[in-house]
């Protein structure tokens, strides 16, 4: 057992400081009313920081809740961005529309192009959106630069000639960057 003399452990600190109740005998009572005073502007300062720092964190809570809403799919939407580029590609590939073609091919080409609107009409309900690169100026934000070519007669420098995919954006943030060539300035020495 214990030794009754042994002392008990101090209660623990609350962060509040102990009142002079307990010295009332030495105190006045305008010590006692300032002290209290003192005390109460001192809790009421921690309230208010307390109130100040749940509101910020409501608010940090709230923006990423909404970011966490907006793009949490954004590697689905990357995936899906690859399938829409591939559909395109497959369209390209086609031999171009002509006099006479066979029937089935025609009636193939405009089959994979009613898909791709379907489909782009799709990404854009949820907020994807495609942005083409050609001719616009070079946008570091949206555009990688694959190569720089000399600008042709009548294009600014800086400007994109040939755009090799488009750039992807989902609900304004960047999804796949467009690949892009830009025209370089100055003229080639040779």
Avoid at 40 to 56: I, P, V
Avoid at 146 to 167: K, L, N, S
């Amino acid at each position: 057992m214990s030794d009754p003399a042994e002392k008990l452990p101090d209660p623990p600190a609350t962060g509040v400081p102990e009142t002079p109740a307990a010295e009332a005998g030495s105190a006045t009572p305008e010590d006692r009313i300032a002290a209290l005073e003192a005390e109460l502007t001192q809790m009421r300062d921690r309230w208010l920081r307390s109130e100040a720092e749940m509101q910020n964190l409501r608010a940090r809570t709230q923006r990423e809740v909404q970011d966490a809403r907006q793009y949490a799919i954004q590697k689905f939407a990357g995936d899906v961005v690859e399938a829409a580029q591939n559909l395109r590609r497959g369209l390209e590939a086609l031999p171009p529309q002509q006099e006479g073609e066979p029937e089935l091919l025609t009636k193939l080409r405009e089959g994979f192009e009613g898909v791709e609107r379907s489909f782009l009409g799709i990404l854009e309900r949820h907020g994807i959106a495609r942005q083409e690169a050609q001719g616009q100026p070079f946008d570091p934000e949206l555009h990688q630069a694959m190569a720089e070519q000399p600008a042709p007669e009548g294009v600014a420098p800086g400007t994109v000639i040939q755009a090799w995919t488009p750039a992807w954006t989902l609900n304004g943030r960047l999804l796949k960057p467009a690949m892009v060539v830009v025209a370089a300035g100055g003229t080639p020495k040779g």
